[in-house]
């Protein structure tokens, strides 16, 4: 690990003013991610702004009756606030589903959004990378890729994002709250993370100026038909090689809205509106959910180790439906 100074942010304005005049400093909020990423000298910040005192722990309603998750609250008092547990189930499923109670009691709602991923050519500073060193290469590709990408990958880079929260807050259309330089700004979950294209090196839409302040849930949280469906090589404390967020709105047992976000098979969390809609109209049924998986993954593309992630993405998916419509 490289020697690097630390400063802790008293306000916003300090965090922001501190970041705007060095752009090879890094914020630190739960460390959960970065530390073993400067461990292994994946990442040099020479600088720490440590923005874990700053007012944004707060989970509180908002006036048009949705949830705001500021962005300092950890992944456990998220997932167990009350109103969380009633209102909004599939999220506190979802951030359960991750990591350890260690891990989450450490992990922040921004720092969940901004944790890289875990492909381990990237951790590896002996191997080629894009994304760790633009320019030299994807060891993925024609090296072992069981944990990869069927969905949205370049020829740059194969990655998955690794989170299982923002999963629940694609399928939830959560918007992310950004304050920066050029002011504030509010980002649809869908958008903030990239796929890799020809710049894998960014994982989001975030400015590196720019500093997460809140999440914020809409009203509708799908507390009657919801479901986390996560498969994974052991039962605890691993990534999810398929898993699936999924969440629908049932009147007399016909779908009236349909919601669907696939995790560990693209570098952002996975929705496909044209195939939801597809279920509107439809009795919640396994021939309609195994219709919709098939067009979900009509475009994926398997490699030599992670081509069973097609067939298994399709059964989590008539899986994570089926229980939803049953509860
Ligand atoms: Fe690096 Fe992406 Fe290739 Fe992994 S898949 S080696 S992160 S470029």
Redesign the pocket.
């Known amino acids: 690990m490289n020697a690097f100074a630390y400063t802790r942010a008293a306000d916003v304005a300090t965090a922001l003013r501190e970041i705007a005049g060095d752009g090879a400093a890094r914020f630190i909020a739960g460390g959960t991610n970065l530390i073993d990423l400067m461990k292994e000298n994946v990442e040099r910040p020479h600088r720490l702004i440590d923005i874990s005192r700053l007012p944004l722990r707060l989970v509180e309603p908002t006036p048009d009756g949705g949830m705001r998750l500021g962005a300092l609250a950890s992944n456990t008092d998220v997932a167990y606030h009350p109103e969380i547990e009633r209102r909004y189930p599939l999220l506190s499923q979802a951030i359960l589903a991750g990591a350890s109670p260690q891990l989450r009691n450490m992990a922040s709602i921004g720092g969940n959004l901004m944790q890289r991923?875990r492909?381990?050519?990237?951790y590896d500073t002996a191997?080629?990378?894009?994304?760790?060193a633009p320019g030299t290469?994807?060891?993925?590709?024609t090296?072992f890729?069981r944990y990869?990408?069927i969905l949205g990958?370049s020829e740059?880079?194969?990655?998955v994002h690794p989170s299982d929260m923002c999963m629940a807050l694609a399928a939830l259309d959560a918007v992310v709250h950004v304050t920066g330089a050029g002011g504030d700004r509010a980002i649809p979950l869908t958008e903030f993370h990239r796929l890799?294209d020809d710049r894998?090196e960014l994982d989001t839409n975030k400015r590196p100026d720019e500093l997460i302040t809140a999440v914020a849930l809409p009203p509708e949280g799908f507390p009657q038909h919801h479901a986390y469906v996560k498969v994974r090589d052991r039962a605890s404390y691993a990534f999810a090689l398929v898993s699936v967020a999924a969440a629908l709105r049932i009147d007399g047992g016909v779908i009236v809205e349909a919601r669907l976000a696939l995790g560990g098979v693209a570098h952002r969390p996975w929705r496909d509106r044209a195939a939801e809609a597809s279920l509107r109209g439809e009795r919640a049924s396994r021939a309609a959910f195994e219709r919709v998986a098939e067009t979900l993954l009509r475009d994926a593309r398997g490699f030599a180790d992670n081509a069973f992630k097609i067939a298994l993405a399709k059964r989590a998916i008539v899986r994570a439906f089926t229980q939803a419509a049953a509860r």
């Open positions: 991923t492909c381990a050519y990237f191997t080629s990378c894009n994304k760790r290469g994807c060891s993925a590709v090296g890729n990869h990408a990958m740059h880079c194969i990655a890799p894998p």
